[in-house]
C-alpha cells in the first residue's frame, strides 16, 4: 500500500509542476486580461440571471441557472472547503491560502470563459440530448479532428469524478463525531490486499453507496433538484457558525491575514520549502475547491436552459467567488484563529490533515457542540458532492460509448465509494489531483484557442444588454 502511495502522490506532484501551473493559473490571468476585466461589471446582472429573471422554458437545455449554479457548487462547495482548506495549511502554512485566492481570482475569468463556451458549442449524445462540456467544445469548435483530446479529457474525467475523497473525508469525520458518541472503535480493523481496513469505515462506506444510488440513477434533473435543495441551507449554516467563531477572535483577525500574506512569499513552512511548492500547494486546492479550469463545471452549465451563452458564463463566474474566495477563507480563519494547526505544519504523515484538523479547530472554537454542529454541514456538503461528481462521469462515458452506455458509469462511482471510504488520505489526494491535473489540459487549451470566439460574443450580449433590446 505504501509503494502506491508513494507512486500516486510522485505522479500528482509531477505533473502539477511548472508548466501546468503556468496552463492553469496563466491561463486565468490571460482571460482575466484578455476580457479587459470587463465580467466583473456585471455582477448584478449575474446574481438577476441566477434568481430566474432570464429563465424560459422555450430555451434549449435540461436545467436552470440557478440548478446548474447549486449541481456546480455542491460538487466543490463542501469536503473541498472543509477538508481541502486544512491539507492546503498543513502542507503549506497559512501562505498557501494566499495563492488560493489568487487562483481563484484567476479562476473567475477561467469559469466565464470554459462555461460560455460550453453553451456555445454543445454537442448531441446518441440519444439526441443537447449536452456541454469540454469534449463538445473541442468536437463541435475545433473540429472533429480534435476528437482525440476530447477523449483524452474524458477518460481521466473519468478517475477525476471518483467519489473516493469525499467518502474519505466524510468517513473520517463520522468516525471522529460519532465514535466517542456512539461508544465504537474506529481503529477496530482487518487485514486485505496487506492493508488495514477498519470495520467502521467500511460500514459507512456500504451505508454511503446504498444512501448515493437512490438518487443518481435518476439523471442531472434529479441530481440538480435535491442539491438545489440541500446546499443552500448548509451554506448559511456554515456561514453562522464560522462567523460565531471568528467574532470570539476578532482581535487576531488582522494578525492572521498578516501571516497570511507574509508566509505567501516565505514558503517557510512548505513541505519541501520555496515559494515554488507554496504556491503550488495553493493552486492545487484551490484547483480541487472551485475547479476552475478543471473541465467538470462546464458540464452542468452546458447543460442550461438558455439560448445566451454569455449568461451561463456570468453565474457560472460566481462559483470561485462564493466557493474559494468567501467559504474556504472562511474555514481557513478559524483554523487559523484557533492556532490547533501548529502542531501538524510541515508533518511529513498526511493521515490526521484533513477533515479532523477542521473538527478539531470546531471543537475547540465551540466546545460541546461544534464538532457535531460541523459534521452535519459535512455529511450534507459530502453527500451533494457524492451525487453531482456522478453525473461527470455519466456524461463522458456516454461521449466515448454512446448514452445508452454512460449509465455503466455509475455502478463503477457506487462501487469506489467503499474503496474511498478505506483507503488512506494521501492516496486519495493523488489520484483526484493527478486526474484534475490531466482533465485541464484540453480543457485549458480549447479554452485558450477558442477564446476570441467567446468574446465575440460577449460584446455582442454585453452591447445588447446596454441597449435593452436581448429577449427575456
Known sequence: MEIIENAVSGFS?????????????????????????????YFRHAINILLGKYDSDHEV???????????????????GNIAGVAVA?????????????????????????????AVMYRGKDS?????????????EGLGSKWRPMAVFFCIFALIGALPIFQANQLTAALNTVLGPAMGYDATSSFQAFGANISYASLIIGLILTALVSTVIFGGIKKIS?????MVPSMVVLYFVLVVYILFQNLAGIPDIFAAILEEAFSGSAVLGGGIGAIIIVGAKRAAFSNEAGIGTAPMVHGDTKTDEPVREGLVAMLG?????????TLTALVILSTGVYEEFVGAEDTGLLGVTL??????????????????????????????????????????????????LYNYIYIGTIVLGSVTSLGVVVGLIDSGFALMAIPTMISAIVLAPKAWAA???????????????
Open 89 to 117: 495549511i498543513t502542507m503549506g502554512g497559512p501562505g498557501a491560502i494566499f495563492w488560493m485566492w489568487v487562483s481563484a481570482f484567476f479562476g473567475m475569468a477561467t469559469k466565464y470563459f470554459t462555461c460560455t463556451l
Open 320 to 328: 470561485p467567488a462564493i466557493d474559494t474566495l468567501l467559504v474556504c
Open 358 to 407: 477542521t473538527l478539531k479547530a470546531f471543537n475547540v472554537a465551540i466546545p460541546g457542540v461544534g464538532g457535531y454542529l460541523l459534521g452535519l454541514c459535512i455529511l450534507v456538503f459530502a453527500v451533494s458532492s457524492l451525487l453531482s461528481y456522478s453525473y461527470y462521469g455519466v456524461k463522458c462515458m456516454s461521449f466515448m460509448f454512446g448514452a445508452k452506455r454512460g449509465e
Open 61 to 79: 437545455g435540461q436545467i436552470s441557472h440557478y440548478e446548474a449554479l447549486s449541481t456546480a457548487l455542491a460538487a466543490t462547495v463542501g469536503m
Open 458 to 472: 460577449s460584446k455582442d450580449y454585453f452591447d445588447r444588454y446596454k441597449r435593452g433590446d436581448f429577449h427575456q
Open 13 to 41: 506532484s509531477w505533473i502539477w509542476g511548472f508548466p501546468l501551473l503556468i496552463l492553469v493559473m496563466g491561463g486565468g490571468l490571460f482571460f482575466l486580461v484578455y476580457s479587459r476585466f470587463t465580467p466583473f461589471l
Open 225 to 229: 433538484r435535491v442539491a438545489s435543495k
Open 127 to 139: 440519444d439526441g440530448e443537447v449536452r456541454g462540456g469540454p469534449m463538445y467544445v473541442i468536437t
